[in-house]
């Protein structure tokens, strides 16, 4: 046996492996594992999978008990690992600071469309942008959202500004026919 | 063209609005779109084919209520109206005529 597999909480015995049944040493001893131990685990399961075949009946059944939990050990390194290079989750709330606020679509793109729509349709058109923005923005981050806004805002701003054209193209007709 | 037809993007607006019993607004509109044309709408033109079939008596739009997601701005919700249903109707009886005379083919001379 190992000091790593000591340290890990498992022992052996001739027959097969034996595993503790005391699991708060298990959890603790996988807590304060290092690589090394992983890597043990690792090895010494190839090396009794290699074995099954020339096993026994009751040996066998023994070396798959071992080898299923040894497997779930062996998880639960890697996990523990993994979560120990992997830097702590903290919330601005955590830190006692405000809430980052939501992002806000583009003030100028915003003043795009406005100047080129209709004034009773202006609520409406910014309220729709707005709507998407946010549901973009929370989607797919603010950058896409801001990218898709002034893409919106430039090809409305020109509909707008073309049948804001047209009307005044009317207007000169019509008053040419009145005056 | 007659006044109870409609262009392709009228067609497209009204076919998809009276898809929605309670009416929608833009934002509904704009999902729909994409969805059935594969390409992205501008609010731009959306306004503007909704303006004229308003304008046509088509559509009906009424306010609702503001929400912060759309910065305290109300939506304005938009209806077919009982002469856009008839205008879909005439519409589908013309291309449904165009497909029963077997499609557009190069008329011969």
Same mark, same amino acid.
């Given at each position: 046996?190992?000091?790593?597999?000591?340290?890990?909480?498992? =022992?052996?015995?001739?027959?097969?492996?034996?595993?503790?049944?005391?699991?708060?040493?298990?959890?603790?001893?996988?807590?304060?594992?290092?690589?090394?131990?992983?890597?043990?685990?690792?090895?010494?399961?190839?090396?009794?999978?290699?074995?099954? !075949?020339?096993?026994?009946?009751?040996?066998?059944?023994?070396?798959?008990?071992?080898?299923?939990?040894?497997?779930?050990?062996?998880? =639960?390194?890697?996990?523990?690992?993994?979560?120990?290079?992997? *830097? !702590?989750?903290?919330?601005?709330?955590?830190?006692?600071? !405000?809430?980052? =606020? *939501?992002?806000? *679509?583009?003030?100028?793109?915003?003043?795009?469309?406005?100047?080129?729509?209709?004034?009773?349709?202006?609520?409406?058109?910014?309220?729709?942008?707005?709507?998407?923005?946010?549901?973009?923005?929370?989607?797919?981050?603010?950058?896409?959202?801001? =990218?898709?806004?002034?893409?919106?805002?430039?090809?409305?701003?020109?509909?707008?500004?073309?049948?804001?054209?047209?009307?005044?193209?009317?207007?000169?007709?019509?008053?040419?026919?009145?005056? | 063209?007659?006044?109870?037809?409609? $262009?392709?993007?009228?067609?497209? /607006?009204?076919?998809?609005?009276?898809? %929605?019993?309670? $009416?929608?607004?833009?934002?509904?509109?704009?999902?729909?779109?994409?969805?059935?044309?594969?390409? @992205?709408?501008?609010?731009?033109?959306?306004?503007?084919?909704?303006?004229?079939?308003?304008?046509?008596?088509?559509?009906?739009?009424?306010? $609702?209520?503001?929400?912060? @997601? %759309?910065?305290?701005?109300?939506? %304005?919700?938009?209806? /077919?109206?009982?002469?856009? @249903? %008839?205008?879909?109707?005439?519409?589908?009886?013309?291309?449904?005529?165009?497909?029963?005379? $077997?499609?557009?083919?190069?008329?011969?001379?």
């Amino acid at each position: 046996v190992s000091d790593e597999e000591k340290k890990a909480g498992i =022992a052996w015995t001739v027959e097969g492996p034996i595993l503790t049944t005391d699991y708060d040493q298990l959890i603790a001893a996988i807590s304060a594992a290092d690589p090394p131990v992983h890597d043990g685990l690792a090895r010494r399961m190839k090396e009794e999978w290699a074995k099954v !075949p020339t096993l026994s009946d009751g040996e066998r059944r023994q070396a798959l008990m071992f080898l299923e939990f040894a497997a779930r050990t062996h998880e =639960a390194l890697q996990l523990m690992a993994e979560l120990r290079t992997r *830097p !702590p989750e903290i919330t601005a709330a955590e830190l006692g600071e !405000p809430a980052a =606020a *939501p992002p806000a *679509p583009p003030t100028a793109g915003e003043a795009l469309v406005g100047l080129f729509c209709k004034r009773e349709m202006r609520e409406a058109v910014l309220g729709d942008l707005d709507e998407k923005f946010a549901e973009l923005a929370e989607r797919r981050g603010p950058r896409i959202a801001t =990218a898709w806004y002034w893409s919106q805002a430039a090809r409305s701003a020109l509909f707008f500004a073309v049948r804001w054209g047209r009307r005044l193209l009317e207007l000169e007709t019509l008053l040419k026919r009145i005056l | 063209m007659a006044k109870d037809t409609l $262009g392709q993007s009228e067609y497209l /607006v009204l076919g998809l609005l009276a898809r %929605r019993a309670r $009416g929608a607004h833009g934002t509904a509109l704009l999902d729909d779109l994409e969805e059935v044309s594969g390409r @992205q709408w501008s609010v731009g033109a959306l306004y503007t084919t909704l303006e004229r079939l308003e304008g046509k008596g088509f559509v009906a739009s009424a306010w $609702g209520e503001p929400t912060q @997601q %759309r910065g305290g701005r109300r939506k %304005r919700i938009f209806q /077919v109206q009982a002469a856009g @249903q %008839r205008a879909l109707e005439r519409t589908r009886e013309m291309m449904a005529a165009v497909d029963g005379a $077997g499609g557009v083919r190069p008329v011969e001379a």
